[in-house]
């Protein structure tokens, strides 16, 4: 077995292709170390891999000095010429494309970044896939497709067609071009919702790191919506076990195209203050906080329904938020401090 996963640099692609190693499947990484959150931390995630220092190279293949079934490639996804090759050369099984422009505020202040990264860079995957037999694409959509939607939980069977981002709305566009080739040209293909997922190598700009950041500076807080936020955090670890569970059962064509989508999180929403209280006790530390109103393209609540994913795949989150977020600030203070 042979997968290419995109976004190797970045935390869920990081943690991905560790487990993928680990059960003996081949690997290759592309992504392009582009400078939305920390560089630093992205070549800190290569190199604890194995992949050296040359990974600054582009459309250099660097093979991993701890595993040689692991190899990474600097690459755009909207660099179609690039992404051609890659698949030509390469002879993937199957594809898990987990590279995006992330962030909902920054999608407000540099739109261009989602249509290249996002729209451009998944056609030429979607194209890549078509044309190279590809057995199954499993690709990263979003919980904030959902919008501001009322209705608790969310299910993959609501109405999505309100999203208060471009972020959301780039996935959502994700979702729909996935539907169509797997109607035209029958490639299997499973969108995964996200909700907040979280742990050791996070991304910094997620809540969760600048809080613990902050608390241990001694610097205030910035607390949303006056702390009256939900969220469905989901352990790093518990996310991964569920893509490889669906990455190994492509969608079959029985009832219509080969397409499915499925929300990935816990189950189980938080309170933002419970969420920082379970910080402040990992950490030791109370945090100086100061209260805002809700930001712009910002939700309220997200709660996914997996009952699908139960279903199907007997999946069942099941690490306990203390306990992650305990991982989380070990690691933190271990690479930071």
């Known amino acids: 077995m042979k997968v290419l ?4 640099a970045g935390f ?3 943690h991905l292709a560790n487990k993928l190693l680990e059960q003996g499947v081949e690997v290759v990484g592309i992504d392009n ?3 939305y959150y920390s560089t630093e931390l992205k070549y800190a995630r290569l190199a604890e891999a194995g992949i050296s220092n040359e990974a600054e190279h582009w459309h250099k293949k660097v093979v991993s000095t701890k595993n040689p079934a692991y190899s990474f490639v600097r690459m755009n996804l909207e660099d179609r010429e690039q992404i051609d090759q890659l698949f030509e050369t390469e002879k993937f099984d199957m594809v898990c494309n987990l590279a995006a422009q992330a962030g909902v505020r920054y999608s407000i202040e540099n739109p261009r970044a989602y249509i290249d990264s996002n729209i451009v860079g998944f056609i030429n995957i979607l194209e890549a896939c078509r044309h190279n037999n590809i057995q199954h694409l499993v690709y990263a959509s979003s919980s904030s497709v959902y919008g501001n939607s009322a209705k608790m939980p ?10 208060v981002s471009l972020y959301a709305a780039t996935k959502k566009s994700n979702e729909l071009m996935a539907h169509t080739y797997s109607h035209l040209f029958g490639i299997p293909t499973t969108g995964l919702r996200f909700f907040t ?21 001694g ?4 607390i949303f919506n006056h702390g009256d936020l939900y969220r469905d955090f989901t352990y790093i670890d518990d996310i991964v076990e569920g893509i490889i569970k669906i ?8 009832s219509g195209a080969p397409y499915k989508v499925h929300n990935i999180g816990n189950s189980s929403p938080v309170k933002l203050m419970e969420f920082i209280e379970t910080i402040e006790k990992a950490l030791g530390q109370e945090a100086v906080k100061e209260y805002h109103d809700m930001q712009p393209g910002d939700v309220y609540k997200t709660y996914a329904d997996v009952s699908a994913l139960e279903k199907d795949f007997g999946y069942s989150p099941d690490t ?11 690691w933190y203070k271990k690479f930071y401090q």
């Open 197 to 217: 997922v979280y742990g050791p190598w996070g991304r910094p700009d997620m809540a969760y790191f600048s809080f613990t950041k902050n608390i241990l500076a």
């Open 247 to 254: 990455l190994n059962g492509p969608p079959s064509s029985e």
């Open 12 to 14: 869920i692609g990081f």
């Open 320 to 330: 306990p938020l203390a306990e992650g977020i305990g991982e989380f600030v070990k």
């Open 154 to 163: 969310l299910s993959v069977d609501d109405t999505v067609d309100n999203p």
């Open 219 to 222: 610097d205030a807080i910035k």
């Open 33 to 35: 170390i582009n400078d």
């Open 5 to 8: 996963v995109t976004g190797t």
